[in-house]
């Protein structure tokens, strides 16, 4: 389709026209940190955020928490026009102060799935300590071999160093406990990187105090488990002791933490499906995962574990159509 064409189809005048006629739907954003200086990941923007938002609200959309449109969907309602909600994953600190401000700004109903052994300064989740690795090494290439993994590390730049952090999370999703902090341990030796023992600056997670201050500004904040281990590689005791002891420490330090979960990564290689009758047993309503795509509160009702959520576009032009009537279209054809 061309950019012409598009604009013209997604322009907020035909938007509001058409939402009234196509009606009902659900966009779910997942967003994770801000843009970083050292381009170690792929951030949003404040500015780009808020450029999104303001369009939305000229649009005719409505804002809603994950919990108000899972609630509506378990009852049988119908919303008033089509809805956009946001979910952030993870709880670093730098969420809490670029971010969320911005949605709640505009009174944008945010959610924040918290890691719950960073938060509680435990431990910093294993992926982070991989990427930090990644970018801190000094070193142009690495070879090292895993159990029968033989691993070949290009860092000479940093889309290089992109594809290999991804290249070990992968494989690390696929491992369990013990094995991922021995992997995780041989990476970081490999790339000759000294790890610390607690998250650096750039890692900082979330306070407890933070959070709280945000809540009662009108973040939500919900679990996203214990150790961000994807559940595919942890045994169902091990599920159930995260969830349990994560729903626990949200109840201990938060008014109202949500009950809508959210699975660590979240595609449907890292969970099992009878995986999400343990959150499920665990109290939780529903579940959200990383699968793209828009939803009618219908879809919501029928699968209530397993709710699709689009990543938050790096542009203004996507987010316009991942929020709009003809990304409905496509993602229910």
Avoid at 270 to 290: M, N, S
Wanted: aromatic residues 10%; hydrophobic residues 40%; contains cysteine.
């Amino acid at each position: 389709m061309s950019r012409l064409l598009q604009s013209t189809l997604t322009s907020p005048r035909l938007t509001r026209l058409m939402n009234f006629l196509v009606g009902h739907y659900v966009t779910i954003y997942m967003i994770h940190r801000p843009q970083p200086d050292n381009g170690a990941y792929e951030g949003l923007a404040p500015r780009l955020l808020d450029d999104c938002l303001n369009y939305a609200r000229k649009s005719g959309f409505e804002f809603a928490s994950i919990d108000e449109v899972v609630a509506d969907a378990l009852a049988g309602n119908k919303r008033e026009r089509p809805t956009i909600c946001f979910t952030l994953d993870d709880g670093y600190q730098d969420q809490v102060d670029q971010l969320v401000p911005v949605l709640l700004q505009h009174d944008a109903k945010p959610t924040l799935y918290t890691i719950i052994d960073m938060v509680d300064r435990r431990d910093w989740p294993w992926d982070a300590k991989l990427n930090y690795a990644v970018w801190s090494s000094a070193l142009s290439q690495v070879e090292f071999q895993y159990q029968q993994k033989q691993f070949k590390l290009d860092l000479t730049n940093p889309v290089a160093r992109t594809h290999s952090r991804r290249q070990l999370t992968r494989f690390g999703k696929t491992l369990s406990s013990a094995d991922l902090e021995q992997f995780v341990q041989n990476a970081v030796a490999a790339l000759a990187v000294e790890l610390p023992t607690t998250a650096p600056a750039t890692y900082t997670p979330a306070s407890w105090e933070s959070l709280r201050a945000a809540e009662l500004q009108g973040l939500r904040i919900g679990s996203h488990a214990c150790s961000h281990q994807v559940f595919a590689a942890l045994s169902d005791a091990q599920i159930s002791a995260e969830l349990a002891r994560a729903s626990q420490r949200l109840a201990q330090e938060i008014k109202n933490p949500s009950r809508v979960f959210c699975y660590p990564s979240g595609t449907t290689q890292d969970y099992l499906p009878h995986q999400a009758e343990l959150v499920k047993a665990a109290g939780f309503i529903a579940a959200v995962t990383a699968m793209p795509g828009n939803m009618r509160l219908q879809h919501i009702q029928e699968k209530p574990l397993h709710i699709k959520r689009h990543s938050f576009p790096n542009s203004f032009d996507k987010f316009v159509r991942y929020s709009s009537w003809l990304e409905y279209i496509r993602s229910s054809i």
